[in-house]
C-alpha cells in the first residue's frame, strides 16, 4: 500500500537560512513524488515533482527536491528562506500501476523567522 | 489556459440541511476529477474522484455523493449535513497520463455545519 510520512508537523527558520522539509514514501511500484504548498484559506499549489531522471527535481519559487531511492525519500529544501515561503507543506505520491489515486502526506507548516 | 473554479467559498449550514457544491474546469477536455476534504488545516483525505462523465468513484464511505453531469462539471452533495461534514473541500483536476500527472486544485469551500 502506498504511503508518505512527513515526520515533522512544524519546521521553524530563520529568514536568509536553508531550509527542508521532509518526506519520505512507500508503494509498490515506481514513485511519482509532488510537492504542493498551501497558504491560508486557499487550494493547494504545485511545487514540483519527481518522475523520472535526474534525482535533483527544480521547482517553483527557488524551491528543489531531492530523489533518494534507497532511503525512499523526497525532502524539499530550498537555499535562503524568505518571509513569504511560510505556509503549508504537503509532499504526495502515486506509484506507476495505473490507479488514479494520490496519497497526500500530513503537511508540514513551516515558519520563517523575519 | 486552464482555470477551475469552485462554488461557494464559504458555506455556513445547518445539520440535516442538503449540500450541493460545484467545481468546474475551463481549458481543458476530458479532465481527471476529484474531491478532497481537509480537515483542521491539515492532511487531505479524497473523497472521489471521476475519469468522465458519470463515472465516478467512491473513496470514503459516507452520507456525501458526487456527480459529474458534464465533462468539466463536478458536484459534491449530500441529502443531510452531519457536523462531521465541517471542513475545507477542495476539487482537483489533472489530465489522463498514467499518473504522472500533476493534480491543480480550486480555491477551496470551507464548510461550516452548526
Known amino acids: 500500500a502506498q504511503s508518505v510520512a512527513q515526520p515533522e508537523d512544524q519546521v521553524n527558520v530563520a529568514e536568509g537560512n536553508p531550509l527542508t522539509v521532509k518526506c519520505t514514501y512507500s508503494?509498490?511500484?515506481?514513485?511519482?513524488l509532488f510537492w504542493y504548498v498551501q497558504y491560508p484559506n486557499r487550494g493547494l499549489q504545485f511545487l514540483l515533482k519527481y518522475i523520472t531522471g535526474d534525482n535533483l527535481v527544480k521547482g517553483s519559487y527557488g524551491f528543489e527536491a531531492e530523489f533518494n531511492k534507497s532511503q525512499t525519500s523526497f525532502h524539499l529544501k530550498k537555499p535562503s528562506a524568505l518571509v513569504s515561503d511560510s505556509a503549508l507543506y504537503f509532499c504526495?505520491?502515486?506509484?506507476?500501476?495505473?490507479?488514479?489515486?494520490?496519497?497526500f502526506g500530513a503537511g508540514t507548516r513551516l515558519f520563517v523567522k523575519a | 489556459s486552464q482555470t477551475i473554479h469552485q462554488w461557494p467559498a464559504t458555506l455556513v449550514q445547518p445539520v440535516g440541511s442538503p449540500l450541493s457544491l460545484e467545481c468546474t474546469v475551463e481549458?481543458?477536455?476530458?479532465?481527471?476529477l476529484y474531491w478532497y476534504r481537509q480537515a483542521a488545516g491539515r492532511g487531505l483525505q479524497l473523497l472521489f474522484y471521476?475519469?468522465?462523465?458519470?463515472?465516478i468513484s467512491s473513496e470514503v464511505p459516507q452520507n456525501l455523493s458526487a456527480s459529474r453531469p458534464q465533462d468539466r462539471q463536478f458536484i459534491l452533495s449530500s441529502k443531510k449535513l452531519l457536523l462531521s461534514d465541517s471542513g475545507f473541500y477542495l476539487c482537483?483536476?489533472?489530465?489522463?497520463?498514467?499518473?504522472?500527472?500533476?493534480?491543480?486544485f480550486g480555491p477551496g469551500t470551507r464548510l461550516l455545519v452548526l
Open positions: 471521476s475519469v468522465g462523465i458519470g463515472q
Open positions: 481549458g481543458t477536455s476530458n479532465p481527471n
Open positions: 504526495a505520491v502515486r506509484d506507476d500501476t495505473g490507479g488514479f489515486k494520490t496519497i
Open positions: 508503494v509498490s511500484g515506481n514513485p511519482y
Open positions: 482537483a483536476w489533472s489530465s489522463l497520463a498514467g499518473g504522472q500527472e500533476t493534480q491543480y
